[in-house]
């Protein structure tokens, strides 16, 4: 997972408090995302930035904020944290190999709702 | 509505043998298609692709192969080694689409030594 960094890798937070998890490439993209994965559900977008200074929701936006204060980083914000968004998060960004986009996703914050 | 289906949560295989994983898609809009592998606690790692204009690609075990007239792909691993034990997870996704990957759900293999 070279070039994108997440930070906690863990969290336990109480119904109600609010927590800002971080992400941070070094790998000069523009497009950067925020997912979720719950068993079962696969991989859903929360929000996504084409670029600095623009956000846009995806699949789950509901409960979530995020900021996009320069190319490097994306932050995902909780304002009040409830059990439903126990969750793992990943941030990515997206890559060109051989003529084709995908992603490549950082190691995860696994967030817990008590 | 799920755009990319992959119909088996699990698969068990012996070690050496072929682990073939399915996915379906319904958009025939999508240009290229991706197979990411994901372990416990970690991030979810790209493992091969395919354009649509292809209907097959070879990487060292791994071979990928497209049948757009029926929606389906699959992932074919070779000889199958317990190190391959993970979720495998397909996606797919149009150049039209801000690049975002539409994801299957995933499928478990378990490779038993």
């Known amino acids: 997972n070279a070039g994108v960094t997440q930070t906690p890798k863990f969290q336990v937070l109480k119904t109600g408090q609010s927590m800002t998890l971080q992400c941070a490439q070094d790998?000069?993209?523009?497009?950067m995302y925020w997912y979720r994965q719950d068993p079962g559900m696969g991989l859903r977008l929360i929000y996504y930035s084409a670029s600095e200074g623009t956000t846009d929701k995806g699949e789950v936006p509901n409960g979530y904020n995020v900021s996009r204060l320069n190319k490097r980083e994306f932050s995902l914000r909780l304002e009040s944290a409830a059990p439903s968004q126990t969750s793992v998060y990943f941030c990515?960004?997206?890559?060109?190999?051989?003529?084709?986009?995908?992603?490549?996703f950082g190691s995860g914050t696994r967030l817990t709702v008590v | 509505d799920q755009q990319v289906k992959q119909n088996s949560p699990s698969l068990s295989v012996q070690e050496g043998r072929i682990s073939i994983l399915n996915c379906d898609y319904t958009?025939?809009?999508?240009?290229?298609f991706l197979w990411y592998k994901k372990y416990p606690a970690e991030g979810p790692t790209f493992l091969i692709s395919?354009?649509?204009i292809k209907d097959k690609n070879e990487d060292g075990r791994f071979t990928v192969f497209l049948n757009k007239s029926a929606k389906h792909l699959s992932l074919h691993i070779v000889p199958s080694q317990p190190g391959d034990s993970a979720v495998y997870f397909c996606?797919?996704?149009?150049?039209?689409?801000?690049?975002?990957?539409?994801w299957g759900l995933g499928t478990s293999l378990a490779v038993n030594p």
């Open positions: 395919i354009s649509s």
């Open positions: 958009n025939s809009m999508f240009d290229y």
């Open positions: 990515a960004i997206i890559v060109l190999r051989r003529s084709v986009y995908g992603y490549t």
């Open positions: 790998m000069n993209h523009n497009s």
């Open positions: 996606a797919a996704n149009n150049a039209g689409n801000n690049r975002k990957l539409i």
